[in-house]
């Protein structure tokens, strides 16, 4: 999805009030009418009008009209506004680069902060591509009330940035915690590659250890990642593998975490099998190898984010699941992963403005040779071999001032 910083330097104050006025009253309306967002925006009527047309030119909002009354909403370019302007208010973002990954949802972006250290964006987005036509059962809304999709992509960026916050300062290995608001999460760059983009490494039963000894460990601290697998893994040129994605993580005590916790180790298993050769005897049991000796899902309840907030956001993956799982759908083969790492052209990501490639041929067409002239085949100081799309040589423009 486009995400133009530009027009942030021309909106007034008086457009952020209208727009978080349309925030607010999207609580308890489907469609917020003009008369509400005046109020709310504490705009005179004809203020209001005239900041709302200036929103619609933009595509910020939308129009709708329902039986009653003709009203507005917010779609996903007005909440990226919203969050971009808290976020540069804090001083966490003033430019946005280059989109460097796309995944079902989620859209990730380079950017910089007031001393210019590059970090990363990653803006939630549930609800888009083929998850638009899931009917959910919802049972945490009013039945009157339809869900919305950005209260649930709000939902899992909080998760992401406590579970992140929580196993950083226990010392796990992942990307330091920024910063969060909205459906925006901003993260430590990581000079790394996923491990699905690996195709050999020096010694896999090594590397196979210490994934598993990471599973062994989460568990131990009380949480199961819940989407292990080389997607969601980083790993960096001296061998530490760094683990990302985090929305779909679960308590030890979770009903089904003995569930999750096998489908953890089956995708190492697994994907090791297929892509290096190597099996082994030797991998970690729920029950065995998961007994807890600390409680970080408790401190992740007490950060902020709620047993309530994490029932919603629960019920949303298990209808999600069970609705590809009657209908036959693939999901993984529409579109990559969450965290896949998307090479493109500088002419596609000039200013950090244009919508990534689609790169659905490369996240499922992994054993295309290697000596494919648009790709590039490197290796590491530990002899690990990585395989990446060509990044045409052009110079590239800076980011976009938000």
């Known amino acids: 999805m486009r995400l133009d910083p530009k ?63 003709k009203g507005y909403k917010l779609v996903y370019a ?10 540069s208010k804090r001083g966490t973002v003033t430019s946005v680069g280059n989109q460097i990954g796309v995944g079902k949802e989620s859209d990730i972006f380079v950017v910089a902060g007031e001393d210019e250290k590059e970090v990363v964006l990653k803006l939630h987005r549930l609800g888009r591509q083929s998850f638009r036509n899931v009917k959910l059962k919802r049972d945490y809304f009013r ?44 993260m430590e760059f990581v000079e790394a590659f996923p491990l699905r983009q690996i195709s050999q490494v020096g010694e896999p039963g090594k590397l196979y250890s210490k994934l598993m000894d990471l599973i062994v460990r989460l568990a131990k601290y009380g949480l199961i990642h819940g989407d292990f697998n080389e997607f969601n893994i980083l790993l960096k040129d001296d061998g530490t593998p760094i683990l990302i994605d985090f929305p779909q993580m679960v308590s030890t005590s979770h009903p089904n975490a003995e569930f999750y916790f ?60 069970n609705h590809a799982s009657n209908s036959g759908e693939d999901y993984a083969d529409e579109m990559p992963s ?22 659905t041929k490369s996240a499922t067409d992994t054993d295309q040779d290697s000596d494919d002239e648009d790709y590039i085949v490197e290796t590491d100081r530990l002899g690990n071999t ?12 800076d980011g976009a001032d938000v």
């Open 143 to 186: 039945q009157d009330q339809s869900p919305s999709w950005m209260y649930m992509s709000r939902l899992s960026a909080m998760k992401e940035y406590a579970f992140m916050k929580v196993l950083y300062e226990n010392g796990f290995p992942v990307p330091i915690p920024v910063d969060q608001n909205r459906h925006c999460v901003v």
């Open 78 to 87: 007005g909440y990226d506004y919203l969050a971009l302007r808290t976020l």
């Open 7 to 69: 027009a942030l330097r021309y909106m007034s104050n008086d457009d952020f009030r209208v727009l978080t006025a349309i925030e607010v009253g999207s609580r308890n309306h489907d469609i917020v009418p003009a008369p509400l967002i005046a109020q709310l925006s504490h705009l005179r009527g004809g203020g209001a009008n005239k900041r709302i047309g200036d929103l619609i030119k933009r595509k910020l909002i939308a129009t709708e009209q329902n039986s009653k009354y």
């Open 386 to 397: 990585i395989r990446r799309k060509r990044i045409p040589d052009t110079d590239k423009n």
């Open 338 to 359: 969450d965290e896949e790492i998307v090479y493109e052209s500088d002419e596609e990501g000039e200013n950090g403005n244009e919508e990534v490639l689609d790169n």
């Open 262 to 321: 096998n489908r953890d180790v089956d995708c190492i298993r697994t994907f090791f099998k297929r892509r290096y050769n190597y099996e082994s005897v030797l991998y970690p049991k729920f029950g065995l190898d998961s007994n807890k000796e600390f409680d970080l899902d408790v401190q992740v309840a007490a950060s902020g984010f709620t047993k309530k907030d994490q029932t919603q956001l629960e019920n949303y993956m298990n209808e999600l699941n």
